[in-house]
């Protein structure tokens, strides 16, 4: 599993079990987090540089204080915004898992594209029983919302329906 982002302020991270693997991308962690040997530090990169980093499994868009339940100032602007940590796994056609109360997390079920749990807990035992024709199914889908992340269609929407937006009163004539 690949996390990526502010690693310090992702206080969960340290409470990963040991029987997770994960690289995590960011800014020097604390030495408390480097010690662990289930953790992988892969180091920091710009967003144009990261992509190329990841070597596969699946994305984590998650930020919470706390291992077992998602709480602190991150997670209720997580049931707003997620976008660019969830854009960057899905162009490189990675599954995600996403809190399901996430502003994102219809979607991300609705397109077969991830997972959405209520807590760090339930990804484990979906990882464990996931088997590699049901990862490999997931591509097709995948590989369709990479292609339009990375040809900007998503943003050429939301721009869109901002100049609707500002513009409806004068639509009216």
Known sequence: MVFAGNINNSKYLSQVPEHWHLDVFGGQP?????????INYKGSFTPTELPNHFDGG???????DSFDEVIG????????CYEHKL???????????????AAAANWVTENHV?????NLADIWPIIENFTEDQYNAMQPNLARVSK????????????LDALLAVNEPYNKW
């Open 87 to 101: 854009s960057l796994y899905l162009a490189k056609r990675m599954p995600v898992f996403i809190w399901k109360h």
């Open 114 to 118: 991830g997972f959405a749990v209520e």
């Open 58 to 64: 699946f994305g984590l868009v998650w930020d919470s």
């Open 30 to 38: 604390h030495q408390e987090l480097l010690d662990r040997e289930n």
């Open 73 to 80: 100032e991150s997670a209720e602007y997580n049931r707003l």
């Open 148 to 159: 339009l992340i990375r040809n900007g269609v998503f943003a050429k929407h939301a721009a």
